[in-house]
């Protein structure tokens, strides 16, 4: 049974698990993370989808998170190990223009009805107005922490697109005031990934130019921080959902371990995150929301 667990998460997943003590529970649901292709469930929700996350190295090898917007219709199951995207990565993105061959994280969700799915793979092709991949592993994920929100289908340049290497005024007041995003890593020997954060107002914490947040219980398998464990590269991917714009920021990250309760440890877990920032992107535009409602059991900040 270890040899099976063991070939199912890698050594970084596994020492998380081992750390918080979870490694039975993750055992019960190492299924999850076996690979699978996408359902027929799963090629239904992402037709109907118009918003995705995508996770993946520029042309100078660091790691971005990006946005990637279309119609209903964009995301086209192929196959169960197939996914072609209908949209390319715009100028001023940056991935704009990422190679073929590298490991990419997907997630696609659906604010509304709090519902996602992560899509780990290779990136087969890549051009101006198509991405196809080849995937890996695809399944689903529990509704924790997604605010509910109904967007509009379209994005609109809000700004000039900047590129910089510390955080502006307005990047600290978008973070503090977020209460949403997306954490790109990376193990170079078992894939990439894109996966949702969500708290109340206020959960990520800035510190002159680096971030903090406080890592909140989930399904104990540990796919981020077991990337982190292995390899300290992370992407940050925020949104101003009121002005549509996105703020994307490359890093290093590293998990800190302490007294669950402690100040900001918001989930009681004894589990923060810290964020180095290395470059920041601003500037592409998301979609606006027309509707809001917050996660009813956000944890309560702990100051």
């Known amino acids: 049974m ?44 992402l037709a109907e989808r ?6 993946g190295r520029d042309v100078d090898g660091r790691l971005w998170t990006s946005p990637i917007i279309g119609p209903p219709g964009f995301l086209e199951t192929r196959s169960a190990t197939t996914l072609a995207i209908r949209s390319g990565l715009p100028k001023g993105d940056p991935l704009h223009g990422l190679q073929p061959g590298q490991q990419v994280g997907l ?17 087969a092709t890549s051009a101006e107005d198509h991405l196809i991949v080849d995937i890996e592993q695809a399944y689903g994920n529990c509704p924790q922490y997604i605010q509910q929100r109904v967007l ?9 697109v900047q590129e910089r290497t510390e955080l502006s005024d307005g990047d600290t007041e978008l973070i503090q005031a977020a209460d949403t995003f997306f954490l ?24 002159g130019n680096a971030l903090w947040w406080p890592d909140y219980p989930g ?17 940050l991917l925020f949104f101003d959902f009121a002005t549509g714009q996105a703020l994307q920021v490359s890093g290093t990250a590293a998990i800190e371990w302490g007294e669950a309760g402690r100040s900001g ?26 509707a809001h409602t917050p996660y009813p059991r956000n944890p309560q900040l702990i100051k």
């Not at 399904?219 to 992407?235: D, I, K, M, R």
């Not at 918001?266 to 180095?276: A, C, N």
Request: glycine share 12%; no cysteine; proline share 6%.
């Open 2 to 45: 270890n040899s099976v667990i063991q070939q199912v998460f890698h050594a970084g997943e596994l020492a998380v698990q081992r750390e918080a003590g979870v490694e039975r529970q993750a055992a019960r649901l190492s299924r999850m993370a076996e690979p699978a292709g996408i359902s027929a469930g799963m090629a239904g929700f």
């Open 50 to 55: 118009t918003f995705l996350v995508l996770t």
């Open 107 to 123: 997630t696609s969700i659906e604010f509304a009805t709090r519902r996602r799915v992560r899509i780990n793979g290779s990136l």
């Open 152 to 160: 509009s289908e379209e994005a609109e340049p809000v700004a000039p």
């Open 184 to 207: 790109g890593t990376i193990n170079p020997g078992h894939g990439a990934d894109a996966s949702h954060r969500g708290g109340a107002p206020g959960f990520v914490r800035v510190e």
């Open 219 to 235: 399904n104990n398998l540990f796919n981020s921080l077991g990337n982190l464990a292995a390899n300290p590269e992370a992407a």
């Open 265 to 290: 440890d918001d989930g009681y877990t004894g589990r923060i995150v810290r964020f180095e920032v290395r470059r920041i992107v601003s500037g592409r535009p998301a979609p606006r929301q027309v």
